[in-house]
């Protein structure tokens, strides 16, 4: 079996014994991912202005299957090209107000202030992709993305058809998702996970990546606008 397929091997009992746990694992509701529902983080420090630093390309996003809110397959790439877009893993059930609500929240204001800007709305996408494939069905991604207020800019929420399409692309972004057991391999918590964002270019690289420490919409805003900056100043002629 090669290590990719023991993986998903592994994500598929974790996910399982997941589920198992649903009814007892503290969830949010829609209203309680509102940008209201927490309070706004605080920057300590004063981030340089957009343009006046270079962003450089880490790595390709991967390519792989997802499935949209209709429950289509779809190339993932599709969501991760020809726009500048900011992906975030995520799940539904996440009941650790420092990790998936506090994204949904950032997410929520980067969105806000991107739809004011005419030069950005059009050129902007937000992608929340879960990692919980066993409760996060296309049809509980549109419950959730039902509490969602409509704005301009584009705001995909994906799922995977299960554990074996989504180990492929949690390893490609180098995002980690484990559960705790117990001596006796009882699950005793909900899926845990760093707070991985990722700031990706119209060509399909990413260029930046957020956790808790700089997940801030200020510092993600003027990095955006770096990114647009790179793509609209015409190169010198040599």
């Known amino acids: 079996m090669t290590s990719s397929a023991r993986r998903?091997?592994?994500?598929?009992?974790?996910?399982?014994?997941?589920?198992?746990l649903a009814g007892a694992v503290a969830v949010f509701s829609v209203d309680a991912h509102e940008p209201d529902a927490l309070p706004a983080p605080l920057m300590d420090f004063v981030p340089p202005p957009a343009g006046s630093y270079p962003l450089h390309a880490i790595m390709r996003a991967p390519d792989g299957a997802v499935l949209d809110l209709e429950g289509r397959r779809q190339p993932l790439r599709q969501f991760t090209s020809g726009k500048i877009t900011l992906l975030g893993f995520m799940y539904t059930s996440c009941g650790d107000p420092r990790g998936c609500p506090l994204a949904h929240q950032v997410f929520h204001t980067v969105r806000h202030r991107v739809a004011t800007q005419p030069e950005l709305r059009d050129r902007v996408r937000l992608v929340s992709l879960s990692f919980d494939p066993a409760r996060d069905t296309p049809r509980a991604m549109r419950t959730y993305m039902a509490g969602v207020p409509p704005a301009a800019v584009e705001w995909a929420f994906l799922t995977t058809e299960s554990p074996r399409t989504l180990v492929p692309l949690l390893d490609g972004f180098g995002q980690d998702v484990r559960l705790e057991l117990d001596a006796g391999g009882r699950p005793l918590g909900p899926l845990a996970h760093v707070l991985k964002v990722f700031l990706i270019d119209a060509r399909g690289s990413v260029r930046e990546i957020?956790?808790?420490?700089?997940?801030?919409?200020?510092v993600?805003?003027?990095d955006i606008q770096t990114l647009h900056l790179e793509g609209t100043t015409p190169r010198t002629a040599r």
């Open 210 to 218: 957020y956790t808790t420490s700089y997940l801030y919409p200020e």
């Open 8 to 20: 998903a091997a592994e994500l598929v009992r974790i996910l399982a014994a997941g589920v198992a």
């Open 220 to 222: 993600i805003l003027n």
